[in-house]
T-cell receptor, first 114, second 116 residues
Framework: SAVISQKPSRDICQRGTSLTIQCQVD?????MFWYRQQPGQSLTLIAT?????????ESGFVIDKFPISRPNLTFSTLTVSNMSPEDSSIYLC???????????FGPGTRLTVL | GENVEQHPSTLSVQEGDSAVIKCTYS??????FPWYKQELGKGPQLIID?????GEKKDQRIAVTLNKTAKHFSLHITETQPEDSAVYFC???????????????FGSGTRLLVRP
């Protein structure tokens, strides 16, 4: 299994600012993903982070709002841009794809926007 | 697209009893079904998974069964303990072309409470 860390673990931000979340995997993984999880809710996929190419976004999520980088096979960043209180949520990254479809999750970043 | 439904939304059991959580999926091409356990303040942890070429898989006190014909799969926890209390999510995925190959579609989650 892969061990995934995220930074920061939590943050409180002002409306209109941006926050970049980092995701580090302890081994090379084919796929990395970013999810959003509202309190008490399930996970919603934001995008697939592709190494060497643009991320693939799910319906309802756009690159201008959630730009993603994936410079190598162990690291990715998600930026939440021009934040509003509606962006308050837990953001999770996952890695996997090396065998079948297994995905392993990071601990999450708890974001509060005031 | 794939849709995964999960039941029940909450489940309370006495310590030592069994717990069963059920999920149904819509895409007959789905071939990978993991289960995750999420404790408060933590990320989801993969606890067991099953692929479409098998009907049942066990790992100590947990087991997963898959009925491809009916398109449903279930998580079984025996001899429950208070530390089993958490939110459990099922998910479904299928191998495909391009970036959709490993996309997981999650169920809505089940909050399990094991009473001491």
């Amino acid at each position: 299994s892969a061990v995934i860390s995220q930074k920061p673990s939590r943050d409180i931000c002002q409306r209109g600012t941006s926050l970049t979340i980092q995701c580090q995997v302890d081994s090379q993984v084919t796929m990395m993903f970013w999810y959003r999880q509202q309190p008490g809710q399930s996970l919603t996929l934001i995008a697939t982070a592709n190494q060497g190419s643009e991320a693939t976004y799910e319906s309802g999520f756009v690159i201008d709002k959630f730009p993603i980088s994936r410079p190598n096979l162990t690291f990715s960043t998600l930026t939440v841009s021009n934040m509003s209180p509606e962006d308050s949520s837990i953001y999770l990254c996952s890695g996997g794809g090396n065998s079948y479809n297994e995905q392993f999750f990071g601990p999450g970043t708890r974001l509060t926007v005031l | 697209g794939e849709n995964v439904e999960q039941h029940p939304s909450t489940l309370s059991v006495q310590e030592g009893d069994s717990a069963v959580i059920k999920c149904t999926y819509s895409d007959s091409a789905s071939n990978y079904f993991p289960w995750y356990k999420q404790e408060l303040g933590k990320g989801p942890q993969l606890i067991i998974d099953i692929r479409s070429n098998v009907g049942e898989k066990k790992d100590q006190r947990i087991a997963v069964t898959l009925n491809k014909t009916a398109k449903h799969f279930s998580l079984h926890i025996t001899e429950t303990q208070p530390e089993d209390s958490a939110v459990y999510f099922c998910a479904a995925s299928r191998r495909g072309r391009g970036d959709s190959s490993y996309k997981l579609i999650f169920g809505s989650g089940t909050r399990l409470l094991v009473r001491p």
